[in-house]
């Protein structure tokens, strides 16, 4: 398979205009097109202020999409098949907390094939309509998570259409894998077509369908020659596959239709289409998702310019020049098992991407660029999540302070630059900050929870470059910030290290390490402030470029785990930073405890990019009654919920109890090493593991020690793990 020369290119403008289109249509999702003229007009923009609501916000587009597209990371690409992708499913989702609308069994379609699969029913047959009836199995939701599959086989129509049919009949059947067939196909063409025509000749190619849809498509084309007028043709679909017609609360035609004449009717116009589409109606983010994705790879990263200059994000389409990156700032929520990819923006999982597309393709992953920066700044436009705040985390005016991605034309390397006009006042400090947990907004989130690990902790090492234009007004001070979560749910500033002095045309590198008097409390962002030096007074207003080239952080982290109580505060965001895979997680008289009312439960800590490490679990403890299936222990190396290293306290006969080295791998479970051992309930114990590379190490204090070689899982974090029971760990 060729991958396109602009392949990491449009791969990250079809990432940018899914959520673009998701979060366009998110706050009006499931309105009519009656009720959306009447109370908010033609959509030709941003309408999440009108709601009082953010812009990024969790949704289930979102984090689907993203997530299940790393079946084929989880999984051999060249092998992968639905019943591996019903695995991811498995091993990322959280019952009734991440990725779906959890509205019921029988009532949503993917809950309900996600209870399939939990009973052991294997994809197909979790999403046929054999299995949940013709209404739950033509639903909308086999779309909307395509697209990652689309633009890892770029030009490759027929790859495509076969990994969206595995992904799709997960949880679907029928005319709804279709869709996801047909559209899957036309943004695998939109790399190498930009004609509406012909992508949707393609796409009827590998719809497959002689049902409803087609019929559907078919009058639809030529409904849009007739008309020349989409709001006629809208009442058309309305009216012959609109939802009083179809059943269900979502269902795929009428919502596929109306895509489908949004293109037509747009081309590749991408502020049209959003116009079109979400003004339509019915399942808006969803439908704008799935189009944004298409017209942006049809376009590249100019689908989002109106002058070929790409950093500006802005097009002109029905509703003029407007801009459509920069309220984004490329930031997304992706909730699931994962917390570590959960806080996350375009440009790294648009790497992401290529790099499966390349896998695919039998070529060498690209690394991310600046020694592998998570904030690298090297993609057209990309400011990967840095916004301008003031000290008191308000925004300030864009003409007095604004950043964008540039190429410094000095050096000719890229980065953020941060521009100043007029700043006066001496203790006027400007922060640029971007999100590494949690952002304080998540309070207003409705319908989806945000499952998310901090990226950052006490330990790590940071590294970031600025550098001063040659042409400003006189030196600046630079201060590297956290801003973190404290107990009482507030936001603390935290100036790591002493300012250095930034001189015109001056570049400086700061090192710290996180210190460990941030402890266990979650940092929120990370950044750099800038402050005028001079305090002469009646001096000029400073004027000027600050450019920060890359941050990037490593090594191990290093802290201790406090089981805070309520006396200290709510510490909600504290809670947070677990990511709960479990009926229960709390703290009780100074312990943790997980309890999980049948099967397994995991609660996690940590990111998959951890890797060698030594931890601790002191005072670990299975209270009550044994079962005879007790499974409970420590997890290290996790990579999901159903994948991780275990040393596992078991009970293995009414009459005999063991301890259990293991290696979970989704339903099957390997033991590694183990031994005979009485352990007693209500019993406190030291657990220690300590791992370095494939050299894994974990014993039970003073008890019984394991030493293994495993290349499996080379990262990823702790966690607690507790089966038809519960178990608990902390001070006492």
Request: hydrophobic share 40%; glycine share 10%; proline share 5%.
């Amino acid at each position: 398979m060729d991958l396109p020369d602009d392949y990491l290119h449009r791969v990250y403008a079809g990432v940018l205009g899914k959520i673009i289109g998701v979060y366009l249509g998110r706050p009006f999702e499931g309105w009519t097109h009656r009720r959306i003229l009447r109370e908010l007009g033609h959509i030709r923009y941003y309408v999440n202020n009108l709601f009082n609501v953010p812009i990024v916000v969790t949704d289930d587009d979102i984090s689907g999409t993203f997530t299940f597209i790393r079946a084929l990371e989880e999984h051999r690409p060249s092998r992968c098949d639905a019943a591996d992708i019903g695995r991811t499913w498995l091993n990322n989702v959280i019952k009734d907390r991440t990725v779906f609308w959890w509205g019921g069994h029988g009532v949503s379609t993917e809950q309900t094939a996600f209870l399939n699969l939990k009973k052991g029913v294997r994809p197909p047959l979790s999403g046929s309509k054999d299995l949940n009836g013709a209404t739950a199995s033509m639903q909308i939701g086999a779309r909307i998570f395509i697209d990652g599959f689309a633009m890892v086989a770029p030009g490759q129509p027929a790859l495509a259409a076969k990994l969206a049919t595995m992904a799709a009949s997960v949880s679907h059947d029928g005319d709804a894998v279709a869709a996801a067939r047909m559209w899957a196909a036309m943004e695998a063409e939109a790399f190498v077509s930009k004609d509406v025509d012909h992508l949707l000749d393609v796409g009827i190619q590998y719809m497959e369908s002689d049902g409803m849809l087609a019929i559907g498509v078919h009058e639809l084309r030529e409904w849009c020659k007739e008309d020349e007028d989409w709001l006629k043709t809208r009442r058309r679909i309305a009216a012959n596959f609109g939802y009083g017609i179809m059943n269900g609360f979502c269902h795929i035609i009428p919502n596929h239709l109306v895509m489908v004449m949004a293109l037509i009717y747009a081309g590749p116009d991408f502020g049209e289409a959003m116009h079109i589409v979400n003004t339509c109606g019915w399942d808006t983010d969803c439908n704008s998702g799935n189009l944004g994705c298409l017209v942006a790879i049809m376009n590249g990263l100019e689908a989002f310019d109106d002058s070929n200059t790409i950093r500006s994000g802005k097009v002109r389409g029905a509703g003029g020049l407007v801009d459509w990156r920069g309220p984004l700032a490329d930031r997304v929520l992706i909730s699931s098992a994962d917390g570590g990819y959960s806080i996350n923006n375009a440009a790294n999982i648009a790497y992401d991407i290529v790099n499966i597309g390349r896998r695919l393709a039998h070529l060498e992953p690209l690394q991310h660029p600046k020694c592998g920066g998570q904030f690298h700044f090297d993609l057209p436009g990309s400011v990967q999540g840095f916004q301008v705040k003031t000290a008191r985390g308000k925004t300030r005016d864009p003409n007095q302070v604004s950043v964008k991605q540039s190429v410094d034309p000095e050096t000719k390397k890229t980065g953020l630059e941060i521009y100043i006009n007029g700043l006066e006042d001496p203790f006027d400090v400007i922060e640029v900050m971007s999100d590494t947990f949690a952002p304080p907004e998540v309070r207003q989130m409705e319908t989806y929870d945000l499952v998310c690990a901090p990226l950052l902790y006490p330990g790590q090492y940071v590294q970031l470059v600025v550098k001063a234009d040659v042409w400003n007004s006189e030196p600046i001070r630079v201060n590297m910030v956290l801003k973190l979560y404290s107990f009482k749910d507030e936001i603390e500033s935290f100036i790591n290290g002493g300012p250095i002095i930034l001189k015109p045309g001056e570049s400086r590198e700061i090192l710290r390490t996180v210190p460990p008097v941030v402890g266990c409390k979650p940092i929120q962002s990370i950044g750099i402030s800038l402050q005028r030096r001079s305090i002469r007074k009646g001096a000029a207003p400073f004027t000027g470029i600050v450019r920060l080239q890359f941050l990037r952080w490593t090594g191990i982290p290093k802290l201790t785990l406090r089981p805070v109580e309520l006396k200290e505060g709510p510490r909600t965001f504290y809670m947070q930073s677990f990511v709960n895979g479990a009926d229960t997680f709390d703290v009780v008289s100074e312990r943790f405890v997980v309890a999980q009312n049948f099967g397994e439960g995991l609660v996690s800590y940590g990111t998959r990019k951890w890797d060698d490490y030594r931890a601790t679990f002191r005072n670990f403890i299975i209270p009550g009654h044994c079962f005879t299936r007790t499974r409970n222990g420590v997890a290290f190396r996790i990579n999901g919920l159903r994948r991780y290293y275990a040393l596992l306290f078991v009970q293995m006969s009414e009459q005999q109890r063991g301890v259990a080295f293991v290696k979970n791998l989704d339903e099957k479970s390997y033991v590694l090493r183990g031994e005979v051992f009485n352990w007693q309930t209500d019993w406190p114990y030291n657990l220690i593991i300590d791992i370095q590379g494939a050299k894994l190490h974990a014993e039970i204090e003073g008890l019984l020690k394991f030493d293994v070689i495993d290349t499996r899982y080379l990262q990823g974090g702790i966690g607690l793990i507790a089966t038809d029971g519960a178990v608990v760990w902390g001070m006492r």
